[in-house]
């Protein structure tokens, strides 16, 4: 089982950027594939990143592309995802979710441990 804590949300204006942090505990964080997802209020949750288990490979929704990065630190057991540009859109509760699967999928039922969430709250 891994652990995961997401951190580093907040209110920020249209145009800034945020970086979020999620640090994982409990079994190797380099075990798993790694990925972050969203949801803003009223609205299923959605897929943002994921990266493979050494970071090598990403994938991301088409509404970020360009905009945001994640990464991660096998060392320190983090992974972040760094977001700039900020729209009101991106406004939502950020998750990090983690899966020993060995290819990053953009699906939510394929990740079976996830973080409380951190609120990335973006104004116009």
């Known amino acids: 089982q891994v652990q995961l804590v997401e951190s580093g949300g907040g209110l920020v204006q249209a145009g800034a950027s945020l970086r979020l942090s999620c640090v994982a505990s409990?079994?190797?964080?380099?075990?798993?594939?790694m990925a972050w997802f969203r949801q803003a209020p009223g609205r299923q949750r959605e897929f943002v990143a994921a990266?493979?288990?050494?970071?090598?490979?990403?994938i991301y929704a088409d509404s970020v592309k360009g905009r945001f990065t994640i990464s991660r630190d096998n060392g320190k057991d983090l992974v972040y995802l760094q977001m700039s540009s900020l729209r009101p859109e991106d406004t939502g509760n950020y998750y990090c979710?983690?899966?020993?699967?060995?290819?990053?999928?953009?699906?939510?039922?394929?990740?079976?441990?996830w973080g409380q969430g951190t609120q990335v709250t973006v104004s116009s």
């Open positions: 979710a983690a899966d020993n699967r060995l290819i990053p999928t953009p699906h939510l039922s394929d990740y079976n441990y």
């Open positions: 409990g079994r190797a964080f380099r075990w798993y594939t």
């Open positions: 990266a493979t288990k050494s970071g090598a490979n990403t």
